[in-house]
């Protein structure tokens, strides 16, 4: 399954934006969360939020047994 989260009017640089979305483009949840985490790019930390948003957004329509144990804090 494939989710797409956009982020829109935040105040960056597109070039600056992309080249952290190069990074997790592809990656799974864990992994790409994990990279956004550890990131020292300042577009990073809006990334990660919405990636968490859009996971707990995609979560509350599923059963609850399917639920992928990520930590969004």
Do not use: W
């Not at 990656?27 to 956004?36: D, R």
């Amino acid at each position: 399954m494939e989710a797409v989260a956009r982020l829109k009017d935040y105040p960056t640089s597109p070039r600056k934006m992309r080249l952290v979305a190069d990074l997790i483009r592809g990656k799974g949840v864990a992994n790409a969360l994990s990279i956004l985490k550890f990131s020292t790019k300042h577009p990073a930390r809006p990334l990660e939020n919405c990636c968490c948003r859009q996971l707990l957004i995609g979560n509350n329509t599923t059963p609850m047994q399917t639920l992928m144990p990520v930590n969004c804090t």
